[in-house]
């Protein structure tokens, strides 16, 4: 066995071992998300949020004591932090929450009390592209018209601190897995981005743009894959300009 191989299978058994001895520290202190904004970095965790200046001095720290962080996003021009805040051991979370990261201070502004739409990722977007961030919410639950448990999206717009429902889809042209914002033409404007199933279980992605009323699908990007995380297609170095 070479010895490049040796020092690998070390190295991980090293890391296996040691996440089984610690599982809480290993869990609790790699990011699940930064963001660099101005002077300062924001650190989300799993259980914290911190902040931090630009020689990662740290400025505030907020722990989220009992509840666990599923997914954030950073609205850096209101200095606002949007959250997912879930249950340990839940796969999705429970609700949403805003923090104001202002001042060198973390503050929290709101959680809120709806438990109905077990949300598992959120985004900022621009669905119109007018300037105006809208919030995207990965939920899942039921819809009026489609009455069982799936993955639906909701479009959130911002106003004075607070998000009201702008676009509460029921579904896509397709079940799916995930979800992006990302400007894929180059024309200014984000569309959405989504893996999708397609009939014979394999997923596809597909872009579709905002139509004032909903989402058009325009094109597919990708067809016949099997990722579950919509970051491993454009890990793949697929070439993105292609919208017609
Ligand atoms: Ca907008
Ligand atoms: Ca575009």
């Known amino acids: 066995m070479n010895i490049i191989l040796k020092k690998k ?13 610690i599982p809480e520290y290993s ?3 790699i990011p699940i998300k930064s963001f660099k904004d101005d002077q ?3 650190l989300l965790y ?8 630009n020689n990662n001095i ?13 997914d954030g996003c950073l609205h850096s021009s209101e200095k606002v932090i949007l959250v997912i805040l879930g249950r340990e051991g839940e796969i999705r979370g429970e609700r949403l929450a805003c923090f104001t990261y202002e001042g060198g201070k973390f503050r929290e502004k709101w959680i809120d009390n709806n438990r109905q739409i077990n949300p598992w990722k959120i985004l900022m977007c621009d669905v119109e592209g007018d300037g105006k961030p809208e919030v995207a919410v990965g939920v899942w639950k039921k819809a009026q018209f489609h009455p069982v448990f799936d993955n639906r999206l909701f479009i959130y ?13 029921s579904r896509l042209s397709s079940p799916f897995v995930d ?15 989504a893996l999708e199933y397609q009939k014979d279980g394999l997923k596809r992605v597909m872009a579709y743009e905002w139509t004032g009323f909903g ?8 067809k016949n894959l099997s990722m579950n995380n919509i970051s491993e297609f454009y890990l793949k170095g697929r070439e993105l300009n292609e919208i017609y």
């Open 9 to 21: 299978i070390f190295s991980f058994l090293a890391v296996f071992i040691f996440s089984l001895i």
């Open 179 to 193: 979800f992006d914002f990302r400007d894929m033409n180059h024309d200014g404007t984000a569309e959405l981005i």
């Open 215 to 222: 989402f058009r699908g325009i094109t597919v990007l990708g």
């Open 157 to 169: 717009s911002w106003e004075k601190e607070m998000i009201y429902p702008k676009w509460l889809g």
């Open 46 to 53: 799993h259980d914290s949020f911190e902040m931090a200046d």
């Open 58 to 70: 740290l400025i505030d720290r907020h722990s989220m004591d009992p509840w666990i962080i599923v």
């Open 40 to 42: 300062i970095s924001v």
């Open 27 to 29: 869990w609790a202190k």
